[in-house]
């Protein structure tokens, strides 16, 4: 299974970036898609989540509103738009992958992950 994450960058509070995650190796109908994040000295920490078919999101409450995760089953991508960024978003962004514990927010749970993406959130 390989996840490549993409698309994180530098951008000022208020801007907008879209991340992307290439899935290969896995059957990727049969995954939820999930990304997370992980600030310098703090743990890695849920960010949002899209079901099987993609009828089906979950947010953390701090990106509610804000981000908005999507998938693209004929291309094997999952995305994560982000809008109205704070400096707080600041993190390394990862994609992950896990078959059946919809609703579940524990990195335990995903199987699979990608490499990470830095986004930087400049005040």
């Known amino acids: 299974v390989q996840l490549q994450a993409s698309g994180g960058g530098l951008v000022q509070a208020g801007g907008s970036l879209r991340l992307s995650c290439a899935a290969s190796?896995?059957?990727?109908?049969?995954?939820?898609m999930g990304w997370f994040r992980q600030a310098p000295g703090k743990e890695r920490e849920f960010v949002a989540a899209?079901?099987?078919?993609?009828?089906?999101?979950d947010y953390a409450d701090s990106v509610k509103g804000r981000f908005t995760i999507s998938r693209d089953n004929a291309k094997n991508t999952a995305y994560l738009g982000m809008n109205s960024l704070k400096p707080e978003d600041t993190a390394v962004y990862y994609c992950?992958?896990?078959?059946?514990?919809?609703?579940?927010?524990?990195?335990?749970?995903?199987?699979?992950w990608g490499q990470g993406t830095q986004v930087t959130v400049s005040s």
């Open positions: 992950a992958a896990q078959r059946t514990a919809w609703g579940s927010r524990r990195t335990a749970d995903f199987g699979s």
């Open positions: 190796g896995l059957i990727f109908t049969s995954h939820i």
């Open positions: 899209v079901s099987w078919s993609g009828g089906s999101t």
